[in-house]
Nanobody, 123 residues
Framework: QVQLVESGGGLVQPGGSLRLSCAASGSIFSINAMGWYRQDPGKQRELVASITSGGSTKYADSVKGRFTISRDNTKNTVYLQMNSLKPEDTAAYYC?????????????????WGQGTQVTVSS
């Protein structure tokens, strides 16, 4: 099973920047896609950005040009660089990792979620 530890959230003024990190650990055989989602209370969780094992990225229209997702495969870590932050970016941000884990002689798929980190953009 994959465990995820997120860090980097906080309070920032509009126009500011934050960098989120999410480190994966466990009996990981390989990692496929990694991504970041966000959720406001009372709203559905939405995809912010994702990155495949080959480095292809996808972004929500609302963050294109402001956010950048990247990954360090040597550290099993995914990052989200958030620039030009707006109040509407305020939400809990969740890391998601789709991986293959080793369990005995078997390789099993695992879809893991982080505990969430709060990002608040306010003056």
């Amino acid at each position: 099973q994959v465990q995820l530890v997120e860090s980097g959230g906080g309070l920032v003024q509009p126009g500011g920047s934050l960098r989120l990190s999410c480190a994966a650990s466990g009996s990981i055989f390989s990692i496929n896609a990694m991504g970041w989602y966000r959720q406001d209370p009372g709203k559905q969780r939405e995809l912010v950005a994702s990155i495949t094992s080959g480095g292809s990225t996808k972004y929500a229209d609302s963050v294109k040009g402001r956010f950048t997702i990247s990954r360090d495969n040597t550290k099993n870590t995914v990052y989200l660089q958030m620039n030009s932050l707006k109040p509407e970016d305020t939400a809990a941000y969740y890391c998601n990792v789709n991986a293959n884990v080793q369990k005995g002689w078997n390789i099993l798929a695992d879809d893991a979620w982080g505990q969430g980190t709060q990002v608040t953009v306010s003056s």
